[in-house]
């Protein structure tokens, strides 16, 4: 069963920069399509960015993009969120999630979540 693991959280001042990475076991993450979701108190989770497994191609929220940058290598276990310009609407608990099929809000495998805190 494929194991997701989120690393690379932390505190940022607004219009900071941090990167996530994701990384996967036992397997690599081609193959699967790969997204990022976020949940900040209070709110329900939502998607920020989708990784198709096909051709790779990549959707963004509005609320991220030109912002945020995801990426994986083929044949790599490990997927990045590089998140610039950083906004306190920004904070909450990132999750790393992976499906066979597509990205939607119930994939198959997820991680336990990074806290990002985006505050002065």
């Known amino acids: 069963q494929l194991q997701l693991e989120e690393s690379g959280g932390g505190l940022v001042q607004p219009g900071g920069s941090l990167k996530l990475a994701c990384t996967a076991s036992p397997s690599t993450l081609d193959h699967y399509a790969v997204g990022w979701f976020r949940q900040a108190p209070g709110k329900e989770r939502e998607g920020v960015v989708c990784?198709?497994?096909?051709?790779?191609?990549?959707w963004y929220a509005d609320s991220v993009n030109g912002r945020f940058v995801a990426s994986r290598e083929s044949g790599q276990n490990t997927m990045f969120l590089q998140m610039n310009n950083l906004k306190p609407e920004d904070a909450g608990v990132y999750y790393c999630?992976?499906?066979?099929?597509?990205?939607?809000?119930?994939?198959?495998?997820w991680g336990k979540g990074a806290l990002v805190t985006v505050s002065s």
């Open positions: 999630a992976a499906d066979t099929l597509m990205c939607y809000s119930d994939m198959a495998y």
């Open positions: 990784i198709t497994s096909m051709n790779d191609r990549t």
